[in-house]
């Protein structure tokens, strides 16, 4: 089981790799023009009341000293008070966090249902017209942009066919799964096509080669060439480009959070920044990378698992 | 012949391409007798695969198809069988073994399963039934714990174990008929003589008949009951071994057979003795108690780090100028980890690497440059070492213009000289790559090495991708250049027949160490090593009469079959 | 599986999920889509309109603004009287309790005025200096003294953020829980649940001292950010109403039969903000000119859809001692051009900083330059974020800009003192200088005489706009709309949502 080893071990090359970020988001906030305690206080801004609420918030405070206080609160489980929201930043994040996970894992899974059967088609049926049909849904999936897919979406399953809710995120399970058909669709058209044209390929490649040659030798029928040695084979470059995606799909998002009103942190993000909220942009950037150097790291555990070759 | 199992008449294969037609397959006709194993010999494009490839209807490409002809096997013609019943007939009737088992075994599924998944398929066992089948298989073809194998994947395998996996996943539905397309090409001389005894062996316990699809006439000889021999997918000869071999009657069989490097070349030998200077002149290339280790991959668990693993473990080694030595051993052994070494490609752990004088651990700087300069590498895939945008001409040129030796006003004579010199037409100078044959882009590369006017050309494995007539040729220009440009050569191989005819000197190599080491007659007449003998012993040798092994037991040999 | 089974299956899961969806309404609660969601419940810890209009819902104030925006009405306090030096306040507190059942006492309202003056997280303290000290004569009696005489003083204690909040039930429940669920409330509603960044869900106050004008039996506050999909929300019939109708929108929500498209007047003033300090702009008559070369008529048009009204004086209509009859500069191109030669600014060169992202702005942007352009004056684009915008404006960094603002309170003062009063913050950034204005503003400030007050203001307004301080554009209202089985959805002009009105058939 040592192949397994790098899961002891690969978390300890986190913390550079977070401290990394914490900086770069530390800067990169405070370089955006603008002043948080100025959108605070509105069009009735006073220099005296800015100068306040600027001491309030540490704002004041030597950039340098405030990343010290900002990695000394995070070494106490902290990430400081939001000024927009005037309650600590991990409250708030904990009280966001569960629609965007749920709808990030949602439209991965649909689109992995999405994916690999239209994948299979057209890599089976190659030069075909299914796979002509299946390149163009993928191109069209790929080319549209998320917010205009999200109102057609709702116009014809909310306001003409009265089906599924408009926006919203629901309450009771079933509340909750009747809100995320959309949003997760809408993530899932664009998703699956980036995720079928590395598949097909991927399959087109592992149907031609030596091992599924091998596999028909011994008089496996296709299908069973297909599914038992073909995808499996296919799989491992797609599920990287799956983690490598991660950055996009946050970003898809929040744009999607948007649109259908769903209140996850895509949402709290843009608030965030808007308001020069630099705590909650922090917090919410912080998360999103250890978000996405967690995904990377069960992409590799998945694909050590996946291919018995690979070590990490 | 026993009543022929297999019967093949007129087997007409063609492929239609940009609407022209080719006839792959021209009306071959041939039998296989029960518990025969029938050679299938020829170079590469004669067809040979692609007729086992039609028999289970398993061809490449939707645009090559059978035109005519038939396959009879139990009374039925398998080119008039559907897609549903030939599946039936593929695995469970005659099963397939490839020349790579790395690339025809799911990397990604364990052993034991693709034996399983067979049983399970053709004889509609259930999981446990059939495991336990397919562990009694592995243990047939001397898996030596199949229960605990059964679980390992493919990549946990050494190549010779592979290929036994390969064999065991054919065999899992007990067919009839077993085809082995070069089973043994990939693998190392000893390794190989296992996996032929192998199917020898399975051939009397189990009265399989096998296709034994080879290049090497040696496996033939060694192994076959009967040869046919093709070209251009035509069969040119058929008959027993003892005929064909003994008193062939087609002139390419006659030419196929005496470009075998196991026949011993009259004439040859003695002229090269000579060219070997008898006063000790200062060597070339001096290697003192070289070390190169590499770090294992993974990370360990221990301060000090990584375990290292010595490729190249304590070698000393001279070269006089003018002297051509080979250096034998399987692959690991560790022959092209010192090849990178002389080059500088490879870092030093320890020892002395000094070329012409100047000592590459001491004075990198200049050794390297002199290095660049004075000496040349022929490498194994001749294809891919050439640039395919470039035309041979100008591949030349750019390597004469960077060395710099030659005026620029004299570059275009100097490219046709070299090609004079490698037996090229002059009009290939325009030529590219991939419009050459693997023997003539082998030839340009030899060019490129010339063009340098190296002191020192080191030849990796150089014809072990070529068929055997052009190995043949390959070899006589590296005699002709030899005795013309009293070149010094450092020539690696795994091939021991062809060091044989060529080198002066023999170094054989095992594990990373010098196991033997002496004039090649000497070596081959008298191995004083036990490894040494054992490697000479597993050529197989044209002659049918000298026994696989020469008698030593395959068990006997310290292979790296653990490895 | 068959494609029939398929169908229905999927027609199947389709059903479920829709009936999870419709399970959650309930009778009698309105819902709202706005949106942003609400940031606190501490009334001092906010200076936000989202946040403002629902704490009109759940906290009641001493003084009331009425529904036409332009008179004070008693709210907690029943009745009030003012010494004749101006200086002192005695209100007195109506039988109210909190929605605990606690009384509304003079104790509660003191504390809370005190509170937001004092408290270090108060956005607030600025405008209630003035006070001086706030005493519970009895439970029913509260004594506000000032430092100095303030006209303005009662109405700002009609803003939400100095509602009354109950005393113990602020200090048993902590501040920040508090602001996250205020415990006792004075107003129409209570808060029964915040979901953060979703919703906020009022249900009625039964304690409420208007408990009977009240129909609803609850309010949600839904965010929904994006304009096409809270409009779509109404449209499908899942919101009963949305604010913030887009003008692109209001001509097709009209036209659908189950809706009702409010259009309420507000303080809402959209005007081109000059920076006096910069060059030829120091001159009163360039500033003149470039009031004549914009036509204010077409935006109005062609931005608002004919739904604002063309703007004759920071004051806006409507409100308190707007002066209707002020001058208005004519649309005259050419005579602008004229007098910019005379003025020695023929080659005028302007740099606009236009809020980048914001439909309107930059429509707005585009016509002015047009405009401007027929006057000879060349104008400079620079798109910008809104944040990054303002920090421009504050340091000076502009030639002209388009900026808004939206009355707090009904009196005049606020705005006045900001725009014209020479306050810290440069006259609103347009660094304009006049002493005249400056002293009037300053002594309309004092002046207890709604009589006298109005003239000075009169005067106020003409001198500002003969100085062009800066250039008014256009008024525009509240637009919202609303299923047609709800009635009774208004807003005052001041923003304040009276839901203690509205009916959900």
Not at chain 1, 12 to 40: C, E, H, K
Not at chain 2, 51 to 74: D, E, F, H
Request: with cysteine; glycine share 6%; proline share 5%.
């Amino acid at each position: 089981m040592h192949r397994y080893r790098f899961v002891l071990f690969r978390p300890l090359q986190f913390l550079p790799v977070l401290l990394g970020i914490s900086v770069i988001t530390f800067i990169l906030v405070r370089l955006i023009p603008g002043d948080p305690a100025r959108v605070l206080l509105g069009a009735r801004s006073t220099p005296t009341a800015i100068a306040r609420i600027r001491a309030q918030y540490g704002l004041d405070e030597p950039i340098w000293l405030q990343y010290f206080y900002f990695i000394e609160n995070l070494g106490k489980g902290e990430m400081g008070k939001s000024i927009l929201y005037k309650i600590d930043v991990l409250k708030l994040i904990l009280t966001r966090i569960e629609p965007t996970l749920v709808l990030v894992l949602t439209s991965v899974l649909l689109s992995i249902l999405i994916a690999v059967p239209m994948a299979a088609l057209a890599a089976r049926n190659s030069g075909r017209l299914a796979d002509h049909a299946v390149r163009i849904i993928s191109t069209l999936g790929i080319g549209f942009p998320p917010f205009w897919l999200a109102l057609m979406l709702i116009i014809l399953f909310s306001v003409k066919l009265g089906v599924l809710p408009v926006s919203g995120y629901g309450t009771s399970f079933l509340d909750k799964a009747a809100h995320l058909v959309l949003p997760s669709l809408t993530i899932a058209l664009s998703l699956s096509a980036v995720l079928t044209r590395s598949l097909r390929a991927a399959m087109i490649v592992e149907l031609q080669s030596d091992l599924a040659t091998a596999a028909r030798a011994r008089g496996m029928p296709e299908s069973i060439v297909f599914w038992r040695h073909v995808l499996p084979n296919s799989l491992v470059p797609t599920i990287n480009l799956l983690a490598v995606n991660i950055g996009w799909l946050i970003g898809g998002t929040v744009v999607v959070e948007t649109v259908f009103a769903i209140p996850g942190m895509g949402q709290l993000l843009v608030r965030a920044i808007f308001s020069r909220d630099y705590m909650v942009v922090q917090g919410v950037a912080m998360v999103f990378a250890c978000a996405t150097v967690l995904v990377n790291f069960l992409a590799d555990i998945v694909t050590v698992t996946l291919d018995p070759r690979v070590r990490l | 012949m026993s009543e022929p199992i297999l019967s093949i008449r007129d087997l007409t294969v063609n492929a239609l391409l940009d609407g022209e037609t080719r006839t792959l397959i021209d009306a071959v006709s041939f039998d296989l007798g029960r518990g025969e194993i029938l050679g299938l010999v020829g170079e590469s494009g004669s067809g040979k695969s692609m007729i086992c490839r039609a028999l289970v209807q398993l061809l490449p490409s939707k645009a090559i198809t059978i035109t005519g002809g038939s396959v009879m096997l139990g009374g039925r013609d398998l080119t008039m069988l559907d897609e549903d019943a030939i599946r039936k007939v593929r695995g469970a009737e005659i099963g397939m073994v490839f020349q790579n088992p790395t690339s025809h075994l799911d990397p990604v599924m364990r052993i034991g399963d693709q034996i399983a998944e067979g049983i399970r398929y053709h004889q509609r066992k259930s999981r446990s039934d059939a495991k336990a089948m397919a562990i009694d298989i592995l243990a047939q073809v001397g898996f030596p714990d199949p229960q605990r194998q059964y679980d390992n994947y493919p990549h946990e395998f050494s190549g010779g174990m592979r290929q036994r996996a390969m064999i065991a996943v054919a065999l899992s539905c007990n067919p009839e008929i077993l085809i082995a397309d070069e089973p043994t090409t990939a693998l190392d001389v000893t390794i190989q003589a296992q996996i032929l005894k192998l199917l020898m062996d399975l051939r009397d316990a189990r009265g399989l008949s096998i296709i034994l699809i080879t290049h090497d006439l040696g496996i033939v000889a060694q192994t076959c009951d009967r040869i046919a021999v093709l070209r251009h997918g035509q069969l040119l000869e058929l008959g027993d071994k003892r005929q064909v071999l003994g008193a062939p009657q087609h002139p390419y069989t006659v030419s196929l057979l005496k470009s075998h490097p196991s026949m011993p070349e009259e004439g040859v030998l003695p002229s090269i003795k000579t060219a070997v200077p008898v006063s000790p002149a200062l060597p070339l290339l001096e290697i003192d108690d070289l070390v190169v280790r590499f770090p294992t991959p993974g990370l360990s668990l221990f301060k000090g780090g990584k375990v290292h693993v010595a490729a190249v473990n304590g070698v000393s080694l001279r070269v006089i100028p003018g002297e051509t030595v080979g250096i034998v051993g399987e692959s690991g052994s560790g022959k092209s980890t010192l090849a990178r070494a002389i080059l500088g490609l490879t870092p030093l752990s320890s020892g002395h690497i000094s070329f012409d004088g100047l000592d590459l651990a001491q004075q990198r700087r200049q050794a390297l440059a002199k290095i660049r300069t004075q000496a040349a590498m022929v490498f194994q895939d001749p294809y891919n070492a050439l640039n395919p945008r470039m035309s041979i001409g100008a591949m030349l040129a750019e390597v004469l213009a960077v060395q710099n030796k030659v005026p620029a006003d004299r570059i275009p004579a100097r490219v046709h000289e070299l090609l004079d010199l490698v037996g090229l037409e002059r009009e290939f100078a325009t030529r590219r790559p991939q419009s050459m044959s693997g023997g003539q882009c082998q030839r340009a590369g030899i060019a490129r090495a010339l063009a340098v006017d190296p002191k020192l050309i080191i030849a990796d494995e150089c014809v072990a991708a070529l068929d055997v007539t052009i190995q043949a040729q390959i070899i006589d220009l590296f005699r002709d250049l030899k005795s013309a440009m009293n070149l010094t050569l450092l020539f690696i191989a795994h091939d021991l027949a062809i060091v044989r005819n060529l080198c002066d000197r023999v170094v054989v190599m095992y594990r990373g160490q010098i196991v033997e080491e002496g004039r090649c007659e000497d070596v081959f007449a008298r191995p004083q090593h036990a490894y040494t003998a054992a490697l000479i012993a597993a050529i197989p040798d044209i002659d049918p009469d000298k026994p696989l092994m020469g008698g030593l037991s395959v068990e006997a040999v310290p292979h790296l079959l653990t490895a | 599986m068959t494609s029939k089974w398929k169908t229905i299956s999927v027609a199947t899961v389709l059903a479920m999920l829709s009936l999870g969806s419709t399970l959650a309404e309930a009778a009698g609660v309105l819902t709202i889509g706005r949106r942003e969601d609400s940031t606190t419940f501490d009334p001092i810890k906010s200076a936000q309109n989202v946040d403002n209009w629902v704490f009109s819902n759940v906290f009641d104030v001493l003084v009331r603004v009425d529904k036409t925006g332009t008179k004070l009405e008693p709210g907690l306090a029943e009745s009030w009287t003012i010494s004749d030096d101006g200086l002192t306040y005695t209100f007195t507190m109506r039988d109210a309790k909190f929605s605990d059942g606690s009384p509304i006492t003079a104790g509660d309202a003191a504390f809370s005025l005190l509170r937001i003056r004092d408290n270090e997280g108060s956005l607030w303290s600025d405008s209630y200096k003035v006070v001086e000290t706030a005493e519970a004569a009895d439970d029913k009696t509260l004594v506000v003294k000032l430092k100095t005489p303030s006209a303005p003083f009662l109405s700002t204690l009609a803003l939400p953020n100095v509602s009354v909040l109950s005393k113990k039930g602020l200090e048993s429940a902590g501040e920040e829980a508090f602001a996250e669920k205020p415990v006792a409330s004075s107003g129409a509603f209570t808060v029964k649940e915040w979901r953060r960044g979703d919703r906020v869900i009022l249900e009625k106050n039964p304690n409420f001292w208007q408990a009977d004008r009240v129909k609803l039996d609850g309010v949600e506050w839904i965010s929904v950010p994006d304009d096409n999909t809270r409009m779509l929300n109404v449209q499908a019939g899942e919101l009963d109403t949305a604010i913030f109708v887009p003008f692109s929108r209001v001509e097709e929500l009209k036209k659908d039969p189950n809706l009702e498209v409010h259009i309420d007047t507000s303080t809402r003033e959209d005007h081109l903000l000059i920076n006096h300090e910069h060059g030829a702009l120091a001159k009163k008559e360039v500033r003149q000119a470039l009031d004549m070369a914009i036509d204010k008529k077409a935006i109005v048009d062609t931005v608002t859809f004919g739904l604002g009204t063309v703007a004759n004086s920071y004051i806006p209509k409507g409100s308190l001692y707007h002066y209707d009859a002020n001058y208005q500069y004519p649309y005259e191109p050419e005579k602008a051009k004229a007098m910019l030669a005379e003025a020695g600014a023929s080659d005028l060169s302007l740099n606009y900083i236009v809020n980048a992202g914001n439909e309107v702005d930059e429509q707005i942007a585009v016509l002015l330059q047009q405009q401007l352009a027929k006057a000879g004056v060349t104008v400079n684009l620079q798109k910008v974020d809104a944040s990054q915008s303002w920090d421009m404006l504050v340091a000076g960094d502009y030639d002209i800009s388009v900026m808004y603002w939206t009355n707090d309170i009904l009196d005049a003062d606020q705005k006045t003192t900001f725009v014209l009063g020479h306050d810290t913050n440069m006259n609103y950034m347009t660094r304009y200088k006049s002493d005249k204005v400056k002293d009037l503003v300053a002594s309309a400030r004092l002046e207890l005489d709604p009589v006298k007050r109005e003239a000075m203001y009169v005067d106020i307004q003409k001198t500002a706009k003969d100085d062009v301080h800066w250039i008014d554009l256009y008024y525009s209202p509240y637009i919202n709309v609303s299923r047609k089985n709800i009635e009774g959805f208004y807003q005052n002009p001041l923003g304040r949502f009276f839901l203690e009105d509205t009916v959900k058939n």
